[in-house]
Structures are given as C-alpha cells and as structure tokens.
C-alpha cells in the first residue's frame, strides 16, 4: 500500500489549498482515508476523515467549516480542500488510511500513511 501526498505549498491566511492523497495497491473501497497534520514539537492531530462509503464525515473542531474533505473512487484519491487558512494550520499534512473500519479521529486506528506535505500559511 501506498500513499502519496501532495498540494502542500507557502500562502497567506485567508488563502485556500487543495491537498490530494493517491492510493495504491489498496481496494480503495475498503478503506476509510483521513488526514492529519503535525507541527514540530507538537503530537500529530486530527484533521478529517470520510468513511469508506463516502457518506460519512468527521472534522476537527478547529477546521470545521473551513475544510471539506472528499474522495474520487476512480481516481483511487482522497483530497482535503482547506479554505480561510490561518497561521495555526501551518504543519506537515499526513494521509492515513484504515480497512474496513469506520472513520476514526485516532491515528491508532489507521494502519497506512503517507509521507506527508509541509503546508505553510503566513500571516
């Protein structure tokens, strides 16, 4: 299994990004995708995740409203679009992926991950 992060880049708050994640050698159906996100020093955290059905959805209280997360089941990809990003969103950007299970806020639950984009937003 891989995954391949990218879409990562330097902006100004309030600006938007699109991150994309491409699976491999994986039934992309079988498995719920999220993202997470860690800044030096601190743990990694929970950005959103979407079932692997696709009709379920879980965000952070921090990104709610700003950040809508989605997949294209032909594309075997996951995207997170990011928008009014501020200062506090700047971190590397993980894609993770669970099977068969529900979408998860945990990092425990999700067995694949990919190797990250370095997302920065300048005040």
């Known amino acids: 299994v891989q995954l391949q992060a990218s879409g990562g880049g330097l902006v100004q708050a309030g600006d938007s990004l699109r991150l994309s994640c491409a699976a491999s050698?994986?039934?992309?159906?079988?498995?719920?995708m999220a993202w997470f996100r860690q800044d030096p020093g601190k743990e990694r955290e929970f950005v959103a995740a979407?079932?692997?059905?696709?009709?379920?959805?879980l965000y952070a209280d921090s990104v709610k409203g700003r950040f809508t997360i989605s997949k294209d089941k032909a594309k075997n990809t996951v995207y997170v679009q990011m928008n009014s990003l501020k200062p506090e969103d700047t971190a590397v950007y993980y894609c993770a992926a669970r099977r068969i299970g529900l979408a998860s806020k945990f990092s425990k639950d999700y067995s694949y991950w990919g190797q990250g984009t370095q997302v920065t937003v300048s005040s």
């Open positions: 050698g994986l039934t992309f159906s079988d498995y719920s």
């Open positions: 979407i079932h692997r059905s696709g009709d379920r959805t």
